[in-house]
């Protein structure tokens, strides 16, 4: 009997173990990591949701005429360059089912099939999510979709007995659905990981009910036969967290939006102390702790620079993350708008810097060890072979092997003879380059490398803000700049051959490891040395010849310039100007304007690819408000700008530049009310409201929190004081100009935050008569840093210490402000306040 026993249960736990590693089906050990079936290895992967089968994206290419099939060839080359091999996507269910679960055959099905399959052709496997929920209309209406979900909606999907029925019947056929691209049934795909039942199910009700929701949702899926692990996301509701330990699921996916999402505008400030923990409350519970995990969604939303995602990485691998997709890359064909998730941003050609980063981010989840600690900021922003810099916009990796950097970078690789792939964007110690694409060296044999370089892309505004088809953020041009390899594998001269096709520029060779290049892919072949590779020659994932990129859309020239706002009399001002233009502007400068009538002109200077610098002079900034125009030569005429202009010498308010020069004993106002407030980072108010004032029109803005709980806001304020830096030395104290709300006292917490993310505050009782409410800055104390804005999942924490102790206030490096207002201790009230102006002293 006891044998029998024995048997059994060996038949019962070993088994499926048996048949994953026969079949190399991916398995959960009992420390809850996966392992692949055939050779137990952890399972890592890195890549990015898509979306072009479906919706909206689907529905633009249709509208642009773009065949759906092509740009999803387009991007998923791409995918390959950046070093993905994950891709994860919530199926629209509602344009694949019927309101009774019956898989529809229709486009949308068959372009899912068509992605899956180019997807295996790059090496990229896959996590599938059968269930969205979503109707198909974002950002647009809701069409009349056939599915279940559009008859049910969320809420009643996860309770309505037809309902479930219908998912669990649609779960069933999605998983048999035979892919006609690759003759496999999804259940059967050896590229697909595990399946996530559902996308961000938000349940109510008892813990005991999601279990049995969940496992009936498995029961569908077990009688296909399917051995993949099934995951559920466990990161809303985690007040009913048992309910997903208890049920029969392998794993738990987690999203993370440490800025939040749709600021609406982009925003600024060191934002690394936002992502140095992925804090899991529930992470010491035994059942969670033999879950594997995976991130199904991640962004830093609502921010444009590069330093980030590779932190990001870091904590999720620190929390035991396995997988990871970014959320979501954007389709090449209509990145230009950024119009399906306005509040996130990425593509290669049009965010080179951004995708980057995330390249750079695959290689942390695919080399740091599951659960590695690094410690806490500012330690851990450098960690293994991984750096990132807020204050250079950075993040890099350096390996004998790689280079990969998303910025200028003063880096020295440790041997530049052993490297293998170089990637970036801008200058480096092995590539200089003035061109804003990114670029891709890879090592082929001994003295011969492929080059890819990618055309500019330029930002025109702000691309987080509120976007449309017909409206252009960004534009792409093909300009020819030069570059430098210093590789010792290639010499100082070497021969630059093209491989893409249309690539008309001849074969050339360098000159002290300097040449011209335009975009496109080129085989650069050290003298002496002739390759076995040619065009059409496979190299991993990718053939030689192979380039994606958008034709050149810059029809005219942009003057981009944001106009220091004050600038301290007595002294010079650099005046910062892109001049985004076919080719090199023949002459430009800026003309500083006088109430004469008169002008003075001074020379933009070509800096490096499309940035421009004039220096103003003392002299030549009088009066309190000096004006300007900026004016470049194209084709033997002038153009002035701001556009409008008509006259050169026209020297009102609409029609120039301007800046405020005020003495160096002024007052640094470092937030206004009434200019400012739509960038402070808070959570929303309904009740908040700005209001006009009667003294001297000045407006305040209204902050009455509606629950009794510390309630804080943020604004960066670097560039507005850009201009009076060199005065802050002087100033004693920090200055709140406004009341309290409710005729009773506030206590509220005015803190400094520097670029290095340290942060020093003082409490101020605010009353409610109008007036000035200081705070010496020598009493300045170090306190929390808040997150902000609220991240999701909401369960991570609200307050940070990112202040090390031998840290000493800077008032140099000061540039954000953090306001928080606190509940009366003995009432735990909160009365609000209406702020005007912060200004420093």
């Not at 410690?375 to 750096?387: C, L």
């Not at 003063?410 to 092995?430: C, D, K, Q, R, V």
């Not at 990112?802 to 009366?824: G, K, W």
Request: proline content about 5%; glycine content about 6%; some cysteine.
């Amino acid at each position: 009997m006891k044998l029998f026993e024995t048997f059994l249960l060996f038949f019962l736990f070993a088994g499926p173990i048996a048949f994953s590693q026969k079949s190399n089906d991916v398995y959960v050990d009992k420390d809850g990591v996966m392992r692949w079936g055939a050779s137990n290895k952890e399972v890592q992967g890195f890549g990015a949701n898509y979306t072009v089968p479906f919706a909206y994206a689907y529905r633009v290419a249709k509208q642009l005429n773009v065949n759906p099939e092509k740009a999803i060839d387009d991007d998923v080359y791409h995918f390959s360059r950046l070093g993905f091999d994950l891709y994860r996507v919530h199926v629209w269910d509602t344009e694949i089912s019927d309101t009774l679960g019956n898989l529809l055959e229709n486009e949308h099905l068959k372009s899912l099939d068509y992605a899956l399959k180019k997807m295996k052709e790059r090496g990229i496997k896959f996590v599938l999510t059968p269930i969205a929920y979503w109707g198909n209309g974002w950002p647009e209406k809701d069409e009349k979709t056939p599915g279940f979900s559009r008859k049910y909606g969320k809420a009643a999907c996860l309770t309505n007995p037809d309902a479930i029925k219908a998912q669990q019947n649609y779960l069933f056929q999605f998983l048999n659905h035979v892919n006609p691209y690759t003759g496999v049934a999804y259940k059967n795909e050896p590229d697909l990981i595990a399946f996530e039942i559902s996308n961000e199910p938000q349940h109510g009700r008892k813990a005991s009910e999601v279990t049995a929701f969940i496992n009936g949702m498995v029961t569908s899926m077990r009688k296909t036969g399917c051995k993949k692990p099934v995951f559920y996301n466990i990161s809303h509701s985690i007040h009913l967290a048992q309910g997903y330990f208890d049920a029969d699921i392998q794993g738990g996916t987690f999203q993370w939006y440490p800025t939040g999402l749709q600021s609406k505008h982009e925003i600024m400030g060191n934002l690394l102390p936002n992502v140095d923990d992925y804090n899991i409350p529930f992470a010491a519970n035994p059942k969670f702790q033999k879950m594997a995990k995976i991130v199904y969604e991640f962004d830093a939303a609502d921010v444009g620079r590069s330093y980030i995602y590779p932190a990001m990485a870091r904590s999720f691998r620190t929390a035991g993350m396995q997988l990871a997709t970014h959320f979501a890359y954007d389709p090449t064909f209509f990145a230009y708008a950024n119009t399906e998730y306005d509040t996130h941003y990425m593509n290669l050609v049009y965010t080179p810097q951004k995708a980057l980063s995330l390249k750079i981010a695959s290689e942390v989840f695919h080399n740091v060890p599951l659960y590695k600690d690094f410690g806490k900021f500012p330690a851990d922003t450098s960690f293994s072979d991984f750096r990132v810099s807020y204050g250079e916009d950075l993040a890099e990796l350096v390996t004998k092997e790689k280079f990969i950097y998303t910025n200028n970078t003063a880096t020295i690789p440790p041997n530049a003879g052993s490297l293998e792939h170089i990637s970036g964007f801008g200058n480096s110690a092995i590539v200089k380059y003035e061109g804003t694409g990114a670029y891709f060296l890879d090592k082929l044999e001994s003295g011969v490398w492929r080059l890819e370089v990618l055309p500019d892309g330029i930002w025109l505004e702000d691309p987080f803000g509120f976007n449309s088809l017909d409206k252009t953020l960004a534009v792409i041009n093909w300009r020819k700049w030069p570059m430098s390899v210093q590789l010792p594998d290639l010499g100082n001269d070497f021969e630059i051959k093209p491989l893409n096709a249309g690539n008309t520029n001849p074969p050339s060779k360098s000159s002290n490891n300097t040449f011209d290049i335009t975009p496109g892919t080129y085989m650069l072949i050290k003298k002496g040395v002739s390759s076995k590779f040619n065009a059409d020659s496979k190299w991993k994932n990718i053939t030689l010849n192979e380039f994606v990129a958008p034709s050149t859309t810059l029809k005219k020239t942009y003057v981009l310039h944001k106009p220091i706002q004050e600038v301290s009399a007595g002294q010079s001002v650099d005046i910062k100007v892109q001049i985004v233009s076919l080719k090199q502007t023949e002459a430009a400068l800026v003309r500083v304007l006088s109430k004469e009538g008169q002008s003075a002109d001074f020379k933009l200077t070509h800096e490096s690819g499309y940035h421009y610098l004039a220096k103003i002079p003392v002299n030549a900034l009088n009066g309190e408000v000096v004006k300007y125009h900026i004016i470049i030569e194209e084709n033997g005429a002038e153009k002035h700008y701001p556009e409008q202009i008509t006259n050169a010498t026209e020297s009102d308010d609409e029609t120039t530049f301007q800046m405020r020069v005020l003495p160096k004993s002024a007052l640094v106002t470092i937030f206004n009310a009434g200019t400012d407030h739509e960038q402070l980072l808070r959570p929303y108010l309904k009740t908040s409201q700005l209001t006009s004032t009667s003294d001297n029109g000045t407006s305040v803005l209204n902050i009455s929190p509606e629950k009794p709980e510390d309630y804080a806001m943020r604004y960066n304020f670097k560039d507005k004081i850009a201009g009076r830096t060199g005065d802050l030395l002087s100033k004693k104290k920090l200055v709140f100009y406004g009341h309290s709300l409710n005729q009773k006292s506030c206590a509220v917490e005015l803190a400094l935050i520097g670029k290095d993310g340290s942060v020093f505050g003082a409490t101020v009782n605010i009353e409610a008569k109008n007036g000035a409410y200081s705070v010496l800055l020598d009493d300045l104390k170090k306190v929390d840093f808040v997150s902000l804005p609220r991240p999701y999942p909401g369960f991570l924490p609200y307050a940070l210490a990112t202040t090390p102790d031998s840290s000493v206030f800077d008032l140099s490096s000061i540039e954000t402000l953090q306001i928080s207002i606190m509940p009366a201790q003995e009432t735990k009230s909160i009365a609000g306040i209406a702020i005007g102006f912060v200004t420093l002293e």
